[in-house]
């Protein structure tokens, strides 16, 4: 199964955060599924760290590329579908980043590992 990691999953997965659900883990930790990362990620954690609003101890590019490539994920290209899909979505939440996320969910018809239950307004997939 193709599941997409909302930006918190992928912080709380790859710092082997507690705040992770046990639910949400043993899903990534399932080989046969297929964990997706949308570029909307790295962008939203960049913008926080430039706003001091969270903080890694590496530079965001090597930390984003070395857990790409620890966890086998696979980047999910941003497309007009997923652009035209975020400007017919309802104002349920108006996070521009989760926005992304939700449109992409839909598109790709894919569910998202996420704890934000804002997300569970737009009939998509949510695995916690």
């Given at each position: 199964m193709k599941l997409l990691l909302d930006t918190h999953a992928f912080l709380w997965m790859s710092?082997?955060?507690p705040k992770l659900s046990d639910t949400a883990r043993?899903?990534?930790a399932e080989l046969e599924n297929e964990l997706l990362l949308s570029p909307s990620t790295f962008w939203e954690i960049?913008?926080?760290i430039s706003i001091?609003?969270?903080e890694l101890q590496e530079p965001l590019d090597v930390f984003v590329d070395r857990e790409v490539q620890r966890n086998g994920l696979v980047i999910l290209p941003i497309t007009s579908q997923h652009a035209g899909q975020v400007a017919r979505l309802p104002f349920h939440h108006r996070d521009p980043f989760d926005r992304l996320?939700?449109?992409q969910s839909i598109v790709e018809?894919?569910?998202i590992i996420s704890a934000d239950k804002q997300l569970d307004a737009?009939?998509?997939e949510r695995v916690w």
């Open positions: 710092l082997d955060d043993n899903v990534i960049g913008i926080k001091r609003r969270y996320l939700i449109a018809q894919v569910p737009y009939g998509i």
